[in-house]
């Protein structure tokens, strides 16, 4: 480690993953009823085949949920990324203010 504080790149990183991941989340819940509606087509009435309604119904609100967690997780990991950044930042000033200054930079990365 070539610096003092915290390295926020690796963070910020792991922030972006998780808003690309939550975006490809974006529309699971409609896909899904649309995949159930197309297997049912495809598959017909005949030889009676059934249960594609009951089990779309049934799971759909799972879809909404992990489209709206993987929302959620971006967030937050862009939410502590910053706040990680910010307070450091914070404390290296004060750190710098209260002893008259330092030879060197704080947070040099």
């Known amino acids: 480690m070539s610096g003092v504080g915290v390295n926020g790149n690796p963070a910020v990183s792991?922030?972006?993953?998780a808003q690309g991941a939550a975006g490809a989340m974006v529309g699971l819940r409609g896909d899904?009823?649309?995949?159930?509606?197309?297997a049912e087509t495809a598959?017909?009435?005949?030889?009676?085949?059934?249960?594609?309604e009951e089990y779309m119904v049934r799971n759909v609100n799972y879809m909404a949920k992990v489209e709206e967690h993987s929302i959620s997780a971006a967030e937050n990991t862009e939410g502590a990324s910053k706040s990680i950044t910010n307070e450091d930042a914070e404390a290296a000033e004060t750190y710098?203010?209260?002893?008259?200054?330092?030879?060197?930079?704080?947070?040099?990365?």
């Open 96 to 109: 710098d203010r209260s002893t008259g200054g330092i030879s060197r930079n704080i947070n040099v990365y």
């Open 43 to 52: 598959v017909g009435k005949e030889p009676g085949v059934g249960g594609y």
């Open 32 to 38: 899904f009823v649309k995949a159930m509606g197309l």
């Open 14 to 17: 792991k922030a972006e993953d």
